[in-house]
């Protein structure tokens, strides 16, 4: 009996012995599992720290805010991956003592990456990040400083004093009026600039209103620079939501520029007053009337002093500092744009790098002019608009003179503060013969191109920041209009037309923008023998289905002039369009026509023909019979079902 009681008492020593020091016996006895542990531990932290480095790469490149949780684990995972280099390093040079290892060694190695292993596993496991990073808040691009400002004694003054303004206790709303073109825009711009980086507002943003703002547009800007997504569709829902977002933020500082009239800052959803005393609103108006109504901190922005206006013309004109004789004309120019420093700009790009003859040529024709001045819109700047209008002529023959000035011109037609499309540019071009001794449609592309660069050159065009639009200064635009008031090129345009303007038939283009489907007295018949070029667009609504202006076949009857006719949101039927022998260009803009094939021998001088997002019934043969035709435009046409083409239609025509 007691000798089988000893083995027994032996084996529950032994094994309690063994359970005592199986870790330090685990350190010996496994430490290929140790080692694999590890290595498969370490090597899943780098795949995953690649993953998440590729993450964070990606995030940044669309401009997002790394997470810091993201941050730390990517710093905690660096530091393991560096420090464990070393025991990786190790274990390859155990490997090399295999057959006689020394195993003071080995257990030391063992004991360090059993260790380690749980804190890379750790990370690992902690690795699964839904998303790395965020979107940063706007800050407003119009922020960024511009080189068009000029630190005057009129704008300082102007400035200190909506500083001042911004700062004091109970001016919730600040009026920035002047006359068009003085700089309120540049000046609001660097207001909202230094207000951001001197970090007086948690949030600064800015947006233009012009004559016919369109609110939602305006909400969409605010509300992507607080970072707001809407969850209704109505204005005043809209309004809603953002009046409640706004209001959880502090101090914020909202530059409403270009107002026309007065105007209920609710109705976009931006808190003021006792709604949020943190929120202060600096507009700008060329209408100081505008300020009284809004109970506004008037601040008024003068001219340029006449040394101010000649450094700023100067060096718009790229003029030496000397006192030369071309200088001593050039001064006399710069003092004809009356400190305006919208004509200053102008007018110093179209005489930059003139021979002394063209400065003396350039004031000879502002001291023999007779001025007209609308002293309501433009004042004293129509004249030095109309010289750099006629510089367009200089250094080239007549009629290219003639054809950019036209180019412009049709841009003027366009609605105010809109970005106007160059390809709908080229085709109206194209369709009042600009360019006539240019045969094919690609080289009068290129012309037309060529014209509206010109015309940004001279500073009466706009960039913008696609390279398939352009703009034009709301001003700018007005001396055009002024422009083409009287004379050959006789001009009309109006927008949000609810009732049929008076007009006589004297009218070479006329753009009618903005109708109303309901719109009174609209005519069947209208009789206008000289106009050549027809922009009609209906009213713009979310929901287009029976929302087109409709217009019958015979309101074209008498225009037998016509060249261009660009319709938007309009519904007719071509039964029974008239014979419009001149008509080049037909543009038809998110458009329902009935009967389109059928119209179509009536056309026979077309050369461009656009059908954009436009319902037609059918496309048939008779469009081979259009024997002039050059440009098809056919793009996201609308039908009510499926629409045959006849086999090789295109490749005949």
């Not at 280099?85 to 030391?108: A, H, M, T």
């Not at 825009?185 to 909202?192: D, Q, R, S, Y």
């Not at 992507?224 to 101090?251: C, D, I, P, Y």
Request: proline share 3%; aromatic share 10%; net charge negative.
């Amino acid at each position: 009996m007691a000798e089988y009681v000893a083995p027994a008492a032996v084996r529950i020593v032994a094994n309690e012995a063994k359970e005592f020091a199986s870790p330090y016996l685990r350190y010996f006895f496994r430490y290929g599992q140790i080692v694999e542990d590890f290595k498969n531990q370490r090597m899943a932290l780098k795949l995953t720290k690649q993953r998440v480095d590729t993450d964070v790469d990606e995030a940044k490149r669309q401009t997002e805010i790394i997470y810091d949780d993201v941050k730390n684990w990517l710093r905690s995972a660096e530091q393991e991956l560096e420090e464990t280099q070393n025991l990786q390093d190790e274990i390859d040079r155990v490997k090399c003592f295999k057959w006689c290892p020394k195993w003071g060694w080995r257990y030391s190695l063992s004991k360090k990456l059993a260790k380690k292993t749980p804190i890379i596993s750790k990370l690992f496991e902690t690795s699964n990040f839904a998303q790395v990073g965020y979107r940063r808040p706007l800050q407003g691009i119009e922020f960024i400083t511009s080189a068009d400002f000029m630190d005057s004694e009129s704008s300082q003054s102007a400035f200190d004093q909506i500083m001042e303004a911004i700062n004091a206790k109970g001016v919730n709303m600040i009026g920035l009026h002047g006359m068009p073109g003085v700089g309120k825009t540049t000046l609001a711009k660097e207001v909202g600039k230094h207000a951001r980086e001197q970090k007086l507002f948690d949030k600064v943003v800015m947006f233009t209103m012009s004559q016919n703002p369109n609110i939602r547009t305006i909400q969409d800007k605010v509300a992507e620079m607080f970072g707001l997504n809407f969850h209704t569709n109505t204005e005043e829902g809209r309004a809603e939501e953002l009046f409640r977002s706004m209001q959880r933020v502090n101090k914020i500082l909202v530059i409403v520029d270009d107002l026309w009239e007065e105007f209920k800052m609710e109705r976009i959803g931006i808190p003021f007053g006792d709604e949020h005393e943190g929120c202060k609103i600096l507009l700008t108006t060329r209408r100081q009337p505008v300020c009284s109504k809004m109970n506004c901190k008037e601040i008024q922005l003068g001219i340029l002093s006449e040394d101010e206006a000649w450094v700023l013309f100067r060096d718009k004109a790229g003029l030496e500092d000397d006192c030369s004789t071309l200088n001593d004309v050039a001064k006399e120019v710069a003092g004809e744009c009356k400190g305006l420093p919208l004509a200053i700009d102008v007018v110093a790009k179209a005489l930059k790098g003139e021979s002394l003859k063209g400065w003396r040529d350039a004031n000879q024709s502002f001291k023999d002019s007779t001025y007209l001045y609308d002293e309501e819109r433009l004042g004293d700047v129509l004249q030095p608009l109309k010289l750099s209008y006629d510089y367009l002529k200089k250094g080239i023959n007549q009629m290219t003179g003639n054809h950019i000035q036209m180019c412009f011109l049709l841009c003027s037609l366009f609605p105010e503060d809109k970005e106007i499309s160059i390809e709908i540019l080229i085709m109206c071009g194209i369709g009042v013969g600009l360019f006539p001794n240019v045969y094919s449609i690609e080289d009068k592309r290129k012309k037309i191109i060529e014209a509206l660069k010109k015309l940004q050159k001279s500073g009466l065009l706009l960039e913008t920041d696609g390279a398939d639009t352009i703009r034009i200064h709301d001003v700018i635009r007005d001396f055009a209009h002024w422009l083409t008031s009287t004379g050959e090129n006789r001009f009309m345009v109006k927008d949000k037309l609810k009732e049929w303007p008076h007009m006589d038939e004297s009218y070479t283009a006329i753009a009618l923008w903005n109708c109303s489907s309901i719109i009174k007295n609209f005519p069947d018949k209208v009789e206008f023998s000289k106009l050549k070029t027809l922009f009609l667009e209906g009213e713009w609504k979310r929901n287009r289905d029976d929302n087109f202006l409709v217009v019958f076949g015979t309101f074209f009857e008498e225009m037998k002039a016509l060249q261009v006719l660009l319709l938007k949101c309009v519904s007719f039927s071509l039964k029974g369009f008239p014979s419009l022998p001149n008509l080049k260009t037909l543009c038809c803009v998110d458009c329902e026509l009935e009967n389109f094939s059928s119209s179509l021998t009536n056309m026979r001088s077309l050369e461009i023909l656009a059908l954009i997002g436009t319902k037609i019934d059918e496309i048939s043969e008779e469009l081979v019979k259009l024997s002039a035709l050059k440009y098809f435009c056919l793009s996201g046409v609308g039908v009510e079902k499926e629409m045959n083409i006849p086999p090789n239609l295109v490749s005949r025509i």
